[in-house]
Structure formats: C-alpha cells, structure tokens
C-alpha cells in the first residue's frame, strides 16, 4: 500500500497532506515505484507478445447486466481502486501480506484481518450480487 502513497506523491508532489510528507514517501523513484512500472510494463510486454494488445473492460456477468457506459464502470474500478488503497492503510499491510507472511509468523493481529478481508469480501459479494445483479 505504499506504493499507492508513492503514486500520488508522484502526482501530487506540493501536497501538504502530513502523511505524504513522511519520510516514508520523500523518495519517489524507489523500488517501489520500479516495481509497479515493472507490472505495467511487463504486462503490456506479454500481450504484445501474445498479440493481444488492448484495454477490456468486460467482466463476464456482472458488466453485461448493468449496461453501463464506460466512464460509470471507469469511476467503479476507480472506486475499487481507492477502498482497496484505504483498506490496505487501515489494516496497516495488504492482503497478502497480512494472509500469507503474517499468519506464517503467527501475529494475532494479521490472523483478525484475514477473517475480516474474507468476511468483508463475502458481504461486498452478496450485497453487489443482490442490489445490482438480481441475486446470482
């Protein structure tokens, strides 16, 4: 999730935000900032070399039964995007890192995330499943 702080330092570089301000985002171009380059870049690598080289925005169900135009499922995922920055911020570590490294080393703390990422993503599920799909 520092990545994130370090993307929006990038962009926003004169923020008076306190916590953008922390030493932990004063260096922009580190490795974190190499390693999200290096998912995009390598990403468009591979489906050049696939030969398929371009954006889709199909999700199978859940866009073919809203009809949405494109900047409403363009301001979902950002919306996505965004809860998924501020829940990593609030857990203070991503989902992977809190499932994998911190039940691996026994931390209580990361054992009560993992229930709550699983409990809250079956919620998300049901309720988008039910308010906007019909029931599934």
Known sequence: STGYGN???????????????????????????????GIVIGGFISARAGGRVWLEWEMGRFT???????????????????????????????????????????QKSSIIATVFFLLGGYVTLQMISRLLLGGM
């Open 7 to 37: 993307l929006v330092k990038l962009v926003l570089p004169r923020t008076r935000l306190k916590w953008l301000n922390s030493d932990d985002y004063r260096g922009v171009f580190n490795w974190r900032f190499f390693f999200l380059a």
């Open 64 to 106: 073919a039964s809203l009809d949405w135009s494109f900047p409403w499922l363009a301001l979902w995922f950002f919306a996505g995007g965004l809860l998924l920055g501020l829940g990593a911020r609030i857990a203070q570590g991503c989902t992977s890192g809190h499932s994998i490294h911190g039940i691996a080393n026994l």
